[in-house]
């Protein structure tokens, strides 16, 4: 088995992908802002993170496989690791794929960070419940940090009206029995771990399939399970969707089996590098009694919403969010007062905005192409700060900033007023004068 800090001495910077390096850099300054990495050259920062190895003896370096992994191209990688390949596939039950998407369709990277974010896109599109897209790419993460690369039949993500199941080479390095309650981890590929846990991804801790459990046990869907396949050297962690064997209330089978509804976002039109997804679905409160069903489940999800990684860090209450109208219409008018560019040609530019950002109001899910659309079409109109957008839109501050307007900087569509000040307290976004001109 390949060793991931392996340095591929004949593997340069040309050998990687830039603009997913871009991605993975923006990612960190969003999460790290002040830290000193951010202001480093491209191969410094490569060789901070793991990416990049020197070999002390001979003064050679070059990228390592954990770097080749996350940041090269599929064409690249298997020149190293014939075996690698990566696939996401759904069904409706029958034996054809509706959609399906592969490490080697050549319309992105193929790497696994870019696939990473494709499928929790993808998975935030058809989970509406945060707490279950959560559990998934808690689950995904922990698929690509254990796999061993060098094994055959790929990484696959598979998902069926009533179950997902995550399949990848490699068999566990602990016993199959302590995999939902263990606290340590043993790492196949402890710099990949790097790499995805500097974002905030992941842990070391060995507590992600543990945290999955604990969600599920909550929804009342059947134990996650996990199978090892010894002949061919491959682990299967199967997620299923349906509830255990107990009476569920009305108002709780409200709560836990709201169907999904289409989201309008075909498979195929996945921009690359989305961004993290927003948390701007209200999670109802479980057993809010106290002689309600199994309240230790709910401390424990409560304990685990307050982890660092946990996709709920946020508030998870939107009328306490900045997002509620009637606690951010005062301040909002307040700094309209403050700014003298409130009108268009002599028009109520709030009305004008309210009426262009309606459709995101009254659709909790759009697709991203929608939103960036809205978000485009009201920064024509005037520049707009971050809370500006968050009560236009009614979605929380974070969730529009990185799943939108990050992703709108990097495509050149939107610029910053102070682009030297990313921290500018009067910080807004503009649309982009060359697309104006045009």
């Known amino acids: 088995m390949l060793q991931d800090n392996l340095i591929l001495e004949h593997y340069g910077l040309n050998e990687l992908n830039f603009d997913t390096i871009k991605s993975y850099r923006d990612r960190f300054a969003e999460v790290k802002p002040a830290h000193p990495w951010n202001a480093l050259e491209t191969k410094e920062f490569l060789y901070k993170v793991g990416a990049w190895g020197k070999v002390r003896d001979t003064h050679k370096e070059g990228v390592t496989l954990a770097g080749l992994l996350l940041f090269s191209e599929e064409r690249i990688i298997t020149e190293v690791l014939p075996q690698y390949f990566l696939e996401y596939r759904e069904s409706k039950g029958d034996e054809e794929w509706t959609e399906r998407f592969t490490s080697q369709d050549g319309t992105w990277s193929g790497n696994i960070f870019d696939f990473y974010f494709h499928i929790h896109e993808i998975v935030r599109n058809n989970e509406p419940q945060p707490s279950i897209a959560s559990s998934l790419t808690e689950a995904l993460i922990n698929m690509l940090i254990h796999a061993d690369y060098n094994g055959e039949g790929g990484v696959i993500l598979e998902k069926q009206p009533s179950h997902y199941v995550f399949s990848n ?13 263990n606290t340590v981890s043993q790492l196949r590929n402890p710099n990949i771990v790097k790499l995805f846990s500097l974002l905030g991804l992941c842990e070391r801790s060995g507590s992600g399939l543990k945290k999955v ?3 599920w046990s909550l929804h009342h869907y059947k134990k996650p399970s996990i199978d090892q396949d010894v002949s061919m050297h491959r682990t299967v962690v199967t997620l299923s969707m349906s509830t255990q064997e107990r009476q569920v209330g009305s108002s709780e089978k409200d709560i836990y089996h709201t169907p999904a509804t289409d989201s309008g976002n075909n498979f195929k039109s996945v921009e690359k590098y989305q961004n993290l997804p927003e948390n701007n679905v209200e999670i109802d409160s479980y057993n809010k009694n106290g002689d309600s069903y199994n309240k230790d489940l709910l401390e424990e999800l409560n304990s685990y919403n307050k982890e660092e990684n946990c996709y709920n860090s946020e508030l998870n209450s939107y009328n306490n969010n900045v997002n509620s109208y009637n606690s951010y219409q005062s301040s909002y008018n307040k700094e309209q007062e403050d700014d003298s560019s409130n009108s268009v040609n002599g028009e109520d530019i709030d009305t004008k905005l309210w009426d262009i ?16 659309h809205i978000i485009l079409e009201l920064c024509k109109e005037k520049p707009l700060m971050l809370k500006e957008f968050a009560y236009l839109l009614e979605r929380t501050p974070d969730g529009v900033r990185n799943n939108y307007l990050t992703k709108l900087l990097r495509k050149g569509q939107l610029q910053l007023k102070y682009p030297n000040q990313p921290n500018h307290p009067k910080q807004a976004y503009l649309f982009h004068k060359k697309d104006i001109e045009k």
């Open 169 to 181: 080479p490699g068999l566990l390095l602990v016993p199959t029995d302590s995999v939902f309650s």
């Open 357 to 372: 950002a309606a459709l995101a109001r009254e659709k909790k899910r759009l697709s991203p192409n929608q939103m960036e």
């Open 213 to 215: 459990k604990q969600n």
